[in-house]
């Protein structure tokens, strides 16, 4: 678990049976340091209630990694079994069900992050500015 800060309490989310097998990582400094973090990932999972883009969900995706992700922010647009798995809610069976299967099944975990990969190289800001601006142009026409 990365990302909680540092008062972040393992004995408060998890049974006392499952933290031997739990490592928090508070905060990650540098850039390079995250990059490195999620390159060492296989399959990341981001059960969010709320996410207003999901930036944590794109940048792991750019360094290749299988998501399991919830339907919130950006990962609203990805396809299910293709790009991501795309949960409708954040619930233990279908979180459970659908890791395993990436675990499970190599080829679909390969396939997974590289459409994944694909899918995120035309976010960036070049692009990304001039879309903004038109739908604040056309809101604003309105």
Known sequence: ITGVGHSFNVDEHFAKSLIPQIEVI????????LRKFYQSLAIFVLPSLIESFGLVMTEAMA??????????????????????????????????????????????????????????????WKTLVPKLEDTYMEWLSE
């Open 26 to 33: 508070p905060y990650i400094e540098s850039k390079d340091e």
């Open 63 to 124: 360094c290749g990694c299988a998501l399991v992700v919830t339907k919130v922010g950006f990962s609203h647009e990805l396809n299910h079994g293709e790009e991501a798995m795309v949960l409708d809610k954040p619930e233990s069976p279908l979180l459970y069900q659908n890791v395993k299967r990436l675990i499970l099944d190599e080829k679909l975990r390969m396939k997974i992050a590289e459409n994944g990969y694909k899918r995120v190289q035309s976010l960036n």
